[in-house]
């Protein structure tokens, strides 16, 4: 496996190169965001300039050009997933709207009494929208716990049962890091009849994803967390479960015939892609997708694993410091939420700014998990093509700066 050169990657990456509070950024914020390198931000700046126009509607040569390139991410996604048909493929405006639409779809099946099971570790946008399915439909929404920091797969296969109609649980946790076994989990999902959804929002940027083996009837992710642009992301549906979808808004685009009263649908993907959709969005992603795939998901995995086995043996010596997640740092990804004696995180992440790292602090839109946890909040570091070793030791150097100011306090 050939390895990142990550200071010809940070050359890509101009916002990088500055200095934050008298330091240089270390921009440790990656499962928020991850920034963008000038050939996605020089696709999107050239599809502006030189090919924008309307997508699918006209004949004119710009347009043409522009729905010929957006089709081509869509073409470059399907690979990239490696989905079996680019009508599998329908762009969103982000993980969120992904699990909301197939949430809604669930609505349309659901009965009093028939089960949803999602883990303690969503985020808020797959939890959110479970809740009102069960909710408006009498089903009802289940919780699979943890053991040892990590998804209790024995408390997984007592949840999920004959009862059970949809699994919905996320590849990688946005605040333990946890590598969750999304493949195996599909198995159990379709040992009872349910379906398997996955939030792939935290895994996709960071990880060869190969949808057709996983098994998974729903996939979703974002594209502002894996070098492309915000306001566009993908669900991944299988072909037959899309077809029996009603597509969730309505409007141009996405019809064939309209008449006074009735109307009907164009094939898949355009059924669900109602109204302009985001063309430079989407062609940012595309060139995204072309970035991360020259260099590798396979050799981003492995230099963020490297990473990880840098990073966690340094940390762990920090006395006061509590990590979150899994105990074995090979189920980890680039994440690590961390808090610092009875400090409070958001002052944490304030100090560690200070020091010109970038981490976030709070709940991470996971309160159940923050919750369940008994934290009131966490900081959390997490990593991505650009980061170095350095990086790491200025972090570790941080967070000890950070508690012997604070150690007159609490520690
Ligand atoms: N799921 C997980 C695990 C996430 O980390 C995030 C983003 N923090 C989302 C879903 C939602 O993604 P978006 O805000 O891009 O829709």
Redesign the pocket.
Known sequence: LKKIDTQKIRKDFPILDQIVNDEPLVYLDN??TTQKPTQVLDVVRAYYEQDNANVHRGVHTLAERATADYEASRDKVRAFINAGSRKEVLFT?????G?NWVARFAQESLKVGDEIVISIME?H??VIPWQQAAEKTGAVLKYVYLKDGILDMADLRKKITDKTKFVSI?H???VLGVINPVKEIAQIAHEHGAIMVV?G??STPHMTIDVQDLDCDFFAF?G??MAGPTGI?VLYGKEALLNKMSPVEFGGEMIDFVYEQTATWKELPWKFEAGTPNIAGSIGLGAAVDYLTEIGMDTIHAHEADLIAYIMPKLREIDGLTIYGPLDDSLRAGVISFNLGDLHPHDVATALDMEGVAVRAGH??AQPLINYLDVPATARASFYIYNTYEDCDKLVSAIKLTKEFFSNGTL
């Open positions: 499962a928020a405006r982000g993980t969120t709207t699990l985020h946008s797959n996320t990688v946790s946005n939030d929002a935290q974002s502002h967390k992301g991470h839109c």
